[in-house]
């Protein structure tokens, strides 16, 4: 992806945020307008064209939750990144909910930063996959038409719920899915609260597609949220982990996923 072509709009009332971030996004190429509220945030979308937004989700004024709300109502396919903290959980799944199309947690790295900012980017830009074709990260491909599934070439046996959440994370691939969304999808709304149902479905269909359960790289757990499945960008950057990220924002340390 061209980097230089994408605009990012980076609303956030901490000056600090936006000192850290503005120069490594200036200096990979990213065009960067800055704004401190919601309100300010929204004229600036009326008046100049931007790829994706990087929101905080806890600003004065109208706040972040009511301003994604008030974006997705003038521009519903504008990717919006939501800004926040750890103790969120609650407010990431109701940005989920009402269209944000991620979140990056305080504090975090450069560089997760920039692969989801590329990653909403890509989707957007990406023409709609139809549902029924065959889907391929790493080692994993699924062919929706035969229902198949397999890993280095080789047969994966699923169950049809396990092959439900498997087929809807994929579709999603890159995107934070919340547990009521895949309950939903696969299950119905009535099971939309069986999150410790879901769990159990999940723990074994890792048991099938991942070399190591306990450290999945396929299908990873966003702590009290949901679940995503990577997409072959983020397969990249999680087989890089352990190389060392120069770009860190003041003592920022990268958002680890942990199995659920």
Do not use: C
Not at 71 to 82: E, F, G, H, K, T
Not at 117 to 133: H, K, L, N, Q
Not at 190 to 215: A, C, G, H, M, W
């Amino acid at each position: 992806m061209d980097q230089q072509a994408i605009r990012i709009l980076l609303v956030d009332d901490e000056s600090a945020i936006r000192r850290a971030l503005r120069p490594p996004l200036v200096e990979l190429g990213f065009q960067v307008g800055e704004a401190v509220r919601g309100e300010e945030a929204l004229q600036m979308l009326r008046s100049a064209p931007f790829d994706v937004v990087l929101l905080d989700i806890n600003m004065p004024g109208i706040g972040g939750i009511e301003t994604l709300r008030r974006i997705r109502a003038a521009s519903p396919r504008l990717p919006v990144l939501m800004l926040t903290v750890r103790d969120a959980e609650d407010e990431k799944v109701n940005a989920l909910e009402l269209g944000a199309d991620d979140y990056i947690t305080k504090p975090f790295s450069t560089r997760e930063l920039i692969a989801r900012v590329r990653a909403a980017v890509r989707r957007v830009r990406t023409p709609s996959r139809p549902e029924d074709a065959p889907i391929g990260i790493g080692d994993i491909r699924l062919a929706p038409a035969q229902r198949r599934v397999t890993k280095r070439g080789q047969p994966v046996h699923l169950t049809r719920k396990e092959y439900g959440i498997l087929h809807w994370l994929m579709l999603h691939a890159g995107q934070a899915v919340t547990s009521a969304a895949l309950l939903t999808a696969v299950w119905g709304a009535e099971y939309r609260e069986e999150v410790e149902y879901l769990r159990t479905f999940v723990r074994q269909l890792r048991k099938k597609i991942e070399d190591d359960p306990s450290n999945p790289v396929y299908l990873l757990t966003d702590l009290y949220v949901g679940y995503r499945f990577v997409d072959a960008e983020m397969l990249r950057e999680r087989l890089q982990e352990n190389s060392p990220d120069p770009s860190r924002t003041d003592g920022a340390e990268a958002v680890r996923e942990e199995p659920g």
